[in-house]
């Protein structure tokens, strides 16, 4: 069975950084489409960052230069490293990936960020 699994999170000052990590295991054919969403309390999950098929990059406005994605192809590993967080970067963060032809989820990470 694939599945992602991530770690990283916690609680941090405002300021402060975090770096995020997903790893892909199990029988892996195929991988595309990695990426991190947030859910914010209150509101729907949304986009963080992510690589395309083609290998570019994604980010929301919010997070543009502050957050930057990047891979580990050898170890079918993502990471977000998060800078000069915010109080509303505060979020359960999901790592996603199209996993042998199919979407699949990660558990979620809890990230704090006091102010």
């Known amino acids: 069975q694939v599945q992602l699994v991530e770690s990283g999170g916690g609680l941090v000052q405002a300021g402060g950084s975090l770096r995020l990590s997903c790893a892909a295991s199990?029988?892996?054919?195929?991988?595309?489409?990695m990426g991190w969403y947030r859910r914010i309390p209150g509101k729907q999950r949304e986009l963080v960052a992510s690589?395309?098929?083609?290998?570019?990059?994604n980010y929301a406005d919010s997070v543009k230069g502050r957050f930057t994605i990047s891979r580990d192809n050898a170890n079918n590993t993502v990471y977000l490293q998060m800078n000069s967080l915010k109080p509303e970067d505060t979020a359960v963060y999901y790592c996603?990936?199209?996993?042998?032809?199919?979407?699949?989820w990660g558990q979620g990470t809890q990230v704090t960020v006091s102010s």
């Open positions: 996603k990936a199209r996993l042998n032809w199919r979407d699949t």
């Open positions: 199990g029988t892996i054919f195929s991988i595309n489409a």
């Open positions: 690589f395309t098929s083609g290998g570019s990059t």
